[in-house]
């Protein structure tokens, strides 16, 4: 992906003439400046507004955005990093506040019964790990790598290696990362998410060091570098000022809204890229974690990686944009926040048409309270997806309970004719019984 580098400022006035720039600070706002935040890659290719050339366009917007702020995170050579807020951006940060924080309704899918907002937190946290390693490479199913996080079997190759570590360092962000960042903390999530996948397993949960080849990071259609990270001997410091930002707004300081924090953390992680693999699911999972810790708790159910992976190409972009135009991250922050506002859409939507599938397995079960919340969260699956298996590992690791609470959930099934029971070689598994649908219409309380 070639995205040409943005001029500066600095570099139009070389290039312009005093009557040039006098000519293009005196020009009208173009209505197209202000629909979208454009980039000179984009920016060229238009037609400039009257009597302007492209430079004097660019010059113009590029002087309305001088009061960008600056961030620590800077460049090799200590050149800040900057932002702006949009208005644009205003109303997606609302609407993200509003239905991401605080007391916010869940539809009744999640709401319904003790065990359904556990195990649609578990779904989600698979369904992340899932896809933000296939977008980084893995090549396993989501089907199949469904089946090995709820049966817990071992992975069997690097892909699901890659699934496994990434569900894992998920867990350990919402259950032992604690509210403060600290570099050890980010190491061992690091360690975590690239456990057994390394051609240099010393490489896991450390940065790289003076003496190794940098990582880059490639275009993936044409194979060229599009970004080369800060140079080995910085990591130390930079990792210790990720953290101190990521910290900020407890311990004072400007403020920065939490939402942009965590855009923020993501871009530095992935920017700085301090290790070896890996980056990309490490800075991923750092913004869910900042998202939770500050209030956000609706952000561990979002379909980010999903939403990242079918359309990779903006994602890249957003950062390459970044890159070259100075370093404004304002690309970046209207990239991920349109996606995060997407992603709410489409959990709701989800979560909707989830309720009305409940709605509807509670009608044919109807007064059937030999049923607990459990079994009657796998017969609303098991309606949904005739072909769906479980087993004893998988019940107890989708709701999280014993295998003894597992055993006799199926096993209730399987007297009531409701599931059918199968060896799979020296384990047992349950499928759906055909008639699902009579069965539970029939079945007596």
Request: net charge negative; aromatic share 8%; charged share 30%.
């Amino acid at each position: 992906m070639y995205v040409a580098r943005a001029p500066s400022i600095e570099e139009l006035f070389e290039k312009l003439s005093g009557a040039d720039v006098m000519d293009a600070v005196a020009a009208p706002e173009d209505p197209r400046s202000r629909e979208s935040y454009l980039h000179w890659d984009k920016l060229r290719h238009l037609e400039p507004p009257p009597e302007l050339t492209s430079e004097q366009w660019w010059l113009k917007i590029k002087a309305g955005r001088r009061d960008l702020r600056e961030l620590p995170l800077t460049e090799p050579d200590g050149q800040p990093f900057t932002y702006g807020v949009l208005d644009s951006m205003f109303r997606r940060l609302h609407y993200i506040d509003q239905r991401c924080s605080g007391e916010v309704a869940m539809d009744e899918v999640v709401t319904s019964e003790p065990h359904a907002g556990r195990r649609f937190l578990v779904n989600s946290l698979m369904e992340e790990a899932i896809r933000s390693s296939q977008l980084e490479g893995a090549t396993t199913s989501r089907v199949v790598a469904k089946e090995m996080l709820r049966s817990g079997r071992d992975p069997q190759d690097r892909s699901e290696r890659m699934i496994v570590n990434n569900y894992r360092a998920l867990e350990f962000m919402r259950e032992e990362m604690g509210d403060r960042l600290t570099p050890d903390s980010v190491l061992e999530l690091h360690r975590i998410v690239t456990d057994g996948t390394l051609d240099d397993p010393s490489a896991a949960g450390r940065l790289q060091q003076p003496g190794e080849s940098r990582v880059a990071v490639f275009d993936r259609d044409g194979g060229d570098p599009v970004h080369t990270p800060p140079p080995a001997e910085q990591l130390p410091k930079r990792l210790r000022a990720m953290c101190e930002f990521a910290n900020e707004g407890e311990d004072g300081g400007p403020f920065v809204h939490p939402v942009i924090r965590a855009i923020l953390l993501h871009f530095w992680l992935a920017y700085d890229h301090p290790f070896e693999d890996g980056n990309g699911r490490a800075a991923r999972i750092l913004f869910f974690w900042s998202m939770r810790v500050r209030g956000y708790w609706l952000a561990e159910y979002l379909p980010i990686s999903r939403l990242i992976r079918n359309a990779p190409a903006q994602y890249g972009r957003a950062f390459i944009e970044t890159e070259t135009d100075g370093g404004d991250t304002t690309y970046f922050l209207i990239h991920q926040l349109e996606l995060i506002a997407k992603a709410i859409d489409d959990l709701h939507v989800y979560l909707q048409r989830k309720a009305a599938e409940v709605k509807d397995v509670e009608r044919l079960l109807q007064g059937a309270d030999y049923l607990n919340g459990r079994q009657l969260a796998l017969l609303t699956d098991a309606v949904r997806d005739t072909g769906a298996s479980y087993s004893f590992d998988s019940h107890a690791a989708s709701h999280r309970v014993s295998h003894e609470t597992a055993r006799s959930d199926l096993r209730g099934l399987v007297d009531r004719g409701l599931l059918v029971k199968r060896h799979r070689g020296r384990k047992f598994v349950f499928h759906p019984a055909q008639d699902l649908p009579t069965r539970l219409k029939e079945s007596p309380a």
